[in-house]
């Protein structure tokens, strides 16, 4: 039997080259080695957009078409959306009374997700999500979570959970193993993370023109004024796309940039060129999905279906560790006669 994985993101717009370089390139790979579950967590969404639900339906289709385009296969994987499966939302019930307020709030990925979101007050179920997020990963019973290390808070969450339930009731759940792929993630344009709120993102659907001019844009290294400057490959964002997407070229690059032999618009102009030539594969199967809803359709039919026979068999071996099996109860066989 294979092991089993579950993944995902949260359908928040398109996906984007960091993405890729964190997190899709690797899902592809491990098709063939596990048992994968991609969750398309539009739940978890509500933390920090509860007022633009309108928009969900559409980035669950980007988030869809981004996957497909990239090589995750539903031939090989299941894929499903979060709040197609109640039986989520029921785990999350059991599991939060498994967890202390005191063990959320040290959570460094929420406290810090919160301070970016703009919110003035922190509700409920956004201290809560990492709670919801192992019961997205133990539904399945799921042995490996491949996520950035920013999850990895969460993951170490969720082993707590599985160790409590397991001790409290019986052997139920595997305890999860975390995956952080081994690749530095990747600076946004202007050396943040990159991220839609920043608006310094290029994305998995960009046309070459919007990838030529935002690379263009981009913030190099501060000390270049002068194209013959020594530069500083070591700080600089533009650098990391050839180390990620420039493999030939990088140290030539990197060797020139120090010496001033390389100017940034031409180093520019070749990252724009090799982050295209690496598009160009996925933007063409992205049209070819595009043109064939039918694909997307049977793919989240069939992902849904499977998780939900999953998920059931998982919230029964839950419901009769908890001794919450209550047919003879219902069926009065628990009564005296009389
Ligand atoms: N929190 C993840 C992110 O923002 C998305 C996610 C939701 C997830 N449920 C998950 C990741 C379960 C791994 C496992 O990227």
Redesign the pocket.
Known sequence: MKKRI?????PTGPLHIGHYVGSLENRVRLQDEYDCFF?I?DY?VLTDHLKETEQTEQSIKEVLLDWLSVGMDPAKSTFFI?SQIPEIAELTMVFSMMVTLARLQRNPTVKEEFKTSGLHAMSYGFLGYPVS?AA??LIVRSNL?P??D??LP?VEQTREIARTFNSIFSEVFPIPEAQVGEVARLPGLNGQKMSKSMNNAIYLKDTPEEVDQKVGMAITDPARIKANDTGHPDICNIFKYHLAFNKTEVSDIEKSCQQGKIGCVACKKNAAAVINAFLDPIREKRAEFEAKPRIIKNALRTGIERTLKESRETMRLVREAMHFNYEDLIDGKNFIAG
């Open positions: 579950l993944t995902g993101d949260r969750i967590a978890q979060q997020q997205d990963i979570v996520v950035g920013d999850n969460h």
